[in-house]
C-alpha cells in the first residue's frame, strides 16, 4: 500500500515546550498538524512562528485531548495522510524514535505500533505508574492482549484502522477506548521501546486531575468490559472461527 504519514501534536498550554518539540520532529517528519486545544497561554503565538509545514488546528475552549485527538486525525484523513504518529507536546517524548516506529510500519502496515515506556525511568511519577498498570490490566480483560504502556501517547496509527472516533470520550480516557475498538476489529498492535524524560517535579506542566480523571477512566472501564461481553468477545471468537475455515 503507498504509505503517506504524519505526525499529529495535541497540545494544551505547553508553551514552555511545544516549540522544540515541533522542531525536533520536523527533523524525523516533514508534515506535522498541531491541535491547540484551547491554549490561553501564547502556545498559539509560539506555533505561528513556526514553519510552514505545520497546519495548525486551534478553538476555544478547551476540550480534552481525546477531542483533539479526533479532530487531528479527521484533519489527517482530510488531507490524505494514510498514518499518523501522535506524540504528546509537554517534551516527555524523544522525536528520534520517529524512524524507529516508522520502521515497524513499514514490516507492519496495518498495525497500530504503541511506543512503550520504561515505567521505572527517574523521576517517572509514581500515579503514572500505578494508573499505567491500572489501564493494562482493563485492557487485557477487555480484549486479551497484552499491552506494557496503554497510556501511551507515543504512538503510530494507521488512519484506516481507527474504529469508534465518533464514540471516543474527549478526555485522557480516549487513547485507552482508541486501542480498544481497533483490538475488537481484529487490529494487530505491536509494542516498540521508545525513551523518556520526565523532569523535576517542580518544572513540571501536568493536567491531568487524579481524583475526576481516575473515576472517568474507572467508569469508562466499566463500560468497556460489559460492550466487551456482548461485542468484543463475540468478534474475536467469529473471526477464530472464521480462519478456521479457510
Given at each position: 500500500m503507498?504509505?503517506?504519514?504524519?505526525?499529529?501534536?495535541?497540545?494544551?498550554?505547553?508553551?514552555?515546550?511545544?516549540?522544540?518539540?515541533?522542531?525536533?520532529?520536523?527533523?524525523?517528519?516533514?508534515?506535522?498538524?498541531v491541535?491547540?486545544?484551547g491554549?490561553?497561554?501564547?502556545?498559539?503565538?509560539?506555533?505561528?512562528?513556526?514553519s510552514?509545514?505545520?497546519?495548525?488546528i486551534?478553538?476555544?475552549?478547551?476540550?480534552?485531548?481525546?477531542?483533539?485527538?479526533?479532530?487531528?486525525?479527521?484533519?489527517?484523513?482530510?488531507?490524505?495522510?494514510t498514518?499518523?504518529?501522535?506524540?504528546?507536546?509537554d517534551g516527555?517524548?524523544?522525536?528520534?524514535d520517529?524512524?524507529?516506529?516508522?520502521?515497524?510500519?513499514?514490516?507492519n502496515?496495518?498495525a497500530?505500533i504503541?511506543?512503550?515506556r520504561?515505567?521505572t525511568e527517574?523521576?517517572?511519577?509514581?500515579?503514572?505508574?500505578?494508573?499505567n498498570r491500572?489501564?493494562?490490566?482493563?485492557?487485557?480483560?477487555?480484549?486479551?492482549i497484552?499491552l506494557?504502556?496503554?497510556?501511551?501517547?507515543?504512538?503510530?496509527?494507521?488512519l484506516?484502522?481507527?474504529?469508534?472516533?465518533?464514540l471516543i470520550?474527549s478526555?485522557y480516557?480516549?487513547?485507552?477506548?482508541?486501542?480498544?475498538?481497533?483490538a475488537?476489529?481484529?487490529?494487530?498492535?505491536?509494542?516498540?521501546?521508545?525513551?523518556?524524560?520526565?523532569?523535576?517535579?517542580?518544572?513540571r506542566?501536568?493536567h491531568?486531575?487524579?481524583v475526576?480523571?481516575?473515576v472517568?477512566i474507572?467508569?469508562?472501564?466499566?463500560?468497556?468490559?460489559v460492550?466487551?461481553?456482548?461485542?468484543?468477545?463475540?468478534?474475536?471468537?467469529?473471526?477464530?472461527?472464521?480462519?478456521?475455515f479457510k
Open positions: 503507498d504509505k503517506k504519514l504524519c505526525v499529529i501534536i495535541p497540545t494544551y498550554n505547553n508553551v514552555q515546550t511545544i516549540g522544540k518539540v515541533v522542531q525536533d520532529v520536523l527533523l524525523f517528519c516533514p508534515q506535522v498538524i491541535v491547540d486545544d491554549c490561553t497561554d501564547g502556545t498559539l503565538d509560539v506555533l505561528n512562528t513556526l510552514q509545514n505545520i497546519q495548525i486551534s478553538y476555544q475552549p478547551n476540550r480534552g485531548k481525546g477531542h483533539a485527538l479526533v479532530a487531528g486525525f479527521r484533519k489527517a484523513k482530510e488531507l490524505g495522510f498514518h499518523a504518529i501522535t506524540i504528546d507536546a516527555q517524548h524523544f522525536a528520534d520517529i524512524p524507529q516506529l516508522i520502521g515497524e510500519m513499514e514490516k502496515p496495518q497500530i504503541v511506543g512503550c520504561n515505567l527517574k523521576n517517572m511519577p509514581r500515579q503514572n505508574t500505578f494508573a491500572f489501564s493494562n490490566f482493563w485492557f487485557r480483560l477487555q480484549t486479551g497484552n506494557s504502556d496503554t497510556q501511551s501517547g507515543y504512538r503510530l496509527y494507521t484506516s484502522s481507527l474504529r469508534g472516533l465518533n470520550t478526555r480516557e480516549a487513547e485507552l477506548e482508541l486501542l480498544v475498538f481497533a475488537w476489529a481484529g487490529v494487530q498492535m505491536i509494542s516498540v521501546p521508545v525513551k523518556v524524560y520526565y523532569p523535576p517535579v517542580e518544572e506542566v501536568s491531568f486531575r487524579p475526576y480523571d481516575f472517568r474507572s467508569i469508562l472501564n466499566t463500560i468497556l468490559c460492550a466487551a461481553f456482548f461485542y468484543g468477545f463475540p468478534r474475536r471468537l467469529a473471526r477464530r472461527i472464521k480462519r478456521l
